[in-house]
């Protein structure tokens, strides 16, 4: 089975550009959810759904970033404009059921590099 | 919120040595505590899980106490191999209607040394 697809695996663009990372979950998912990785902070929930609705995006750090989910097979988390600090490993991840404890199945990432 | 602690950061042990990671959680209320495994340049990767119902769980060379009184948790492996080497990140979620948030851990670098 196809496992969580995220692309671009890397995107390095000058800052004030438009970024835009993309997420498959892995089909029959129904919650899916973002995540910045940096060494300062750890593993930070920006922002999680539920058959496709926004449920929780209180990690999102400010307006410049967005998120979608147009339909269960696609996402998509955007900064605009960019800055320096920006510049992490952002994760997506899908699990089954959100009402019970199910595991949450990550991507390999998108190393984003704000120049 | 949630705070989970880990401990150490990094840790080196010898071939087929056993190696054990510490968290400890605030909640009192969280009940289930996976354990993600996370290769360079890839995802974390879930490789155990225990829900607080249980004091203890095994999977071959992997094995998860959790004591619910002192809110800690631990990842023990034994026979350590190479490709054990990875970073480990332990997690703690409070099971309620519509709550997914996972709180990690600052994660623990696992070296194995041949």
């Known amino acids: 089975d196809a496992g969580v697809i995220q692309s671009p695996r890397h995107e390095v663009t000058e800052m004030g550009q438009e970024v835009t990372l993309r997420c498959k979950p892995i089909?029959?998912?129904?919650?899916l959810f973002w995540y910045r990785q940096t060494m300062m902070r750890g593993l930070e929930l920006l922002i999680y759904?539920?058959?496709?609705?926004?449920?929780?995006d209180s990690g999102m750090p400010e307006d410049r970033f967005s998120a979608k989910m147009p339909n269960a097979s696609f996402s998509t988390l955007k900064i605009q404009p960019s800055e320096p600090r920006d510049s992490a490993v952002y994760f997506c991840?899908?699990?089954?059921?959100?009402?019970?404890?199910?595991?949450?199945?990550f991507g390999d990432g998108t190393r984003l590099s704000i120049l | 919120g949630e705070n989970v602690e880990q401990h150490p950061s990094t840790l080196s042990v010898q071939e087929g040595d056993s190696a054990v990671i510490k968290c400890t959680y605030s909640?009192?209320?969280?009940?289930?505590f996976p354990w993600y495994k996370q290769e360079l340049g890839k995802g974390p990767q879930l490789i155990i899980d225990?829900?607080?119902?249980?004091g203890e769980k095994k999977d071959q060379r992997i094995a998860v106490t959790l004591n619910k009184t002192a809110k800690h948790f631990s990842l023990h492996i034994t026979e350590t191999q190479p490709e054990d080497s990875a970073v480990y990140f332990c997690?703690?979620?409070?099971?309620?209607?519509?709550?997914?948030?996972?709180?990690f851990g600052t994660g623990t670098r696992l070296t194995i040394i041949p």
């Open positions: 997690a703690a979620k409070r099971e309620n209607f519509g709550n997914e948030k996972l709180t």
């Open positions: 759904f539920n058959n496709n609705v926004p449920i929780d």
């Open positions: 909640d009192s209320a969280s009940n289930y």
């Open positions: 991840a899908s699990s089954l059921e959100w009402v019970s404890n199910q595991p949450q199945h």
């Open positions: 225990i829900r607080s119902n249980v």
């Open positions: 089909s029959g998912h129904n919650s």
